[in-house]
């Protein structure tokens, strides 16, 4: 495989369940990042890994919680999610420092019922 | 910190027309662009950057795009358009210092009319 792959493709989820998407990357790159995209709003970063530091948008609900094991893997734990939190949420990777370009993964479509 | 501005939310265009969507940047450093492209149900694809060098950059998919810095402006450009290029367009920048990550326009919604 090659390029950045996200699983699942699609999860439905209840408010009480816990869930843990998946990021992995086989660019060799040394940096990270979860974004959400949310209907008629811009993407919004949510976290980033980068040259194992973690940088985290201070606005991020405590019901997301980040892994990042090592450099070609990323995890998202979520859990007592709202139905707000239902998005299309994107991993990307890049090679730090900056002035790359970063590479998405095809999403996962989170719905939370 | 970056910020992007895209001015059109949507932009309808007929089959084989020219078209321009517009991306402006706020920024106090030198700063890297970016046009992503996304199809529906799938993660943003690279059309083009700007690095360094040469203000007018090519890209797949027949897109270009020019840097003025003097306007703050990285405006994407094809010819003539397909129905394929029917997606969402988003500008993005990061700045030269340390390590940025991508910051995002709203993006642009191109309709491509038979």
């Known amino acids: 495989e090659t390029g950045v792959t996200q699983t699942p493709r699609h999860l439905v989820m209840g408010m009480t369940n816990k869930k843990s998407l998946k990021c992995e990357q086989h660019?060799?790159?040394?940096?990270m990042y979860w974004y959400k995209q949310s209907a008629k709003k811009p993407l919004e970063l949510m976290f980033v890994?980068?040259?194992?530091?973690?940088?985290e948008n201070n606005s991020v609900p405590s019901r997301f919680s980040p892994e990042c094991p090592n450099s070609s893997h990323l995890f998202l734990h979520l859990h007592t999610l709202q139905p707000e939190d239902s998005a299309l949420y994107l991993c990307?990777?890049?090679?730090?420092?900056?002035?790359?370009?970063?590479?998405f993964g095809q999403g996962t479509r989170l719905t939370v019922v | 910190a970056q910020s992007v501005t895209q001015l059109d939310s949507q932009v309808p265009v007929f089959e084989e027309a020219p078209v321009e969507l517009r991306c402006n940047y706020s920024?106090?450093?030198?700063?890297?662009l970016f046009w992503y492209v996304q199809y529906p149900n799938q993660g943003l694809q690279l059309l083009l950057k700007?690095?360094?060098?040469?203000?007018l950059v090519k890209g797949i998919n027949g897109f270009e795009a020019e840097f003025n810095k003097s306007q703050t402006s990285f405006h994407l450009r094809k010819p003539s358009v397909h129905i394929s290029d029917t997606a969402e367009y988003f500008c993005?920048?990061?700045?030269?210092?340390?390590?940025?990550?991508?910051?995002f326009g709203k993006g642009t919604r191109l309709s491509v009319i038979a």
């Open positions: 990307a990777s890049s090679q730090a420092p900056s002035g790359t370009e970063a590479f």
């Open positions: 660019l060799g790159h040394n940096a």
């Open positions: 890994y980068s040259l194992e530091e973690r940088v």
């Open positions: 920024s106090s450093v030198s700063v890297y």
């Open positions: 700007y690095l360094s060098g040469s203000t």
């Open positions: 993005a920048v990061s700045a030269h210092s340390g390590n940025t990550p991508l910051v």
